[in-house]
């Protein structure tokens, strides 16, 4: 069994799984695709880590800056994630946010990467994951040797 304080990290769509076992920090690593999220969301639910943080490329506008997202919303593609629920979620960032290749963000989209903030952060809304979330989206461009010291100076457990 792990520590209380043990980090859950885990890998949205198609970034580069090697850079994440590379970090100094975490005591576990998930990689979750779209067809095992619930399957991880049970996992999460079991361990209960104090933290998760989540990392998904992208490829849009601003490839300059990593981006911290501080909004999920209730879609997926264009439907609704659940009925009867709020339309967006803030995500409760626990990264230190002071380094000049970060930026703070509210558009993690509408696909996988919002997916699993969503409902990771409604079990944390809900009380059932006693976890602390942030959400990293890196730019494809910057899958270099200087990311996992760009990520290891930030996250702070």
């Not at 970034?15 to 695709?33: F, G, H, N, T, W």
């Not at 264009?78 to 339309?87: C, K, L, Q, T």
């Not at 602390?132 to 494809?140: A, E, G, Q, T, V």
Request: proline share 3%.
């Amino acid at each position: 069994m792990f520590s209380d304080n043990v980090v859950r990290l885990r890998i949205n769509l198609r970034v580069r799984e090697i850079a994440i076992y590379q970090l100094k920090s975490p005591d576990c690593c998930y990689i979750v695709y779209g067809s095992n999220i619930d399957h991880y969301l049970k996992i999460l639910l079991h361990d209960q880590p104090s933290h998760i943080l989540g990392l998904g490329s992208y490829s849009g506008a601003d490839q300059v800056k990593i981006r911290i997202e501080t909004i999920t919303t209730n879609r997926f593609r264009n439907d609704p994630i659940e009925a009867y629920a709020p339309d967006e979620l803030r995500i409760n960032n626990y990264l230190e946010t002071s380094n000049e290749n970060f930026k703070m963000a509210s558009a993690l989209g509408n696909s996988y990467c919002n997916l699993i903030s969503w409902k990771i952060m409604r079990l944390i809304e809900n009380g059932e994951l006693k976890s602390r979330y942030s959400f990293l989206h890196i730019p494809k461009e910057m899958f270099n040797k200087d990311l996992i010291s760009l990520l290891d100076n930030i996250v702070r457990y």
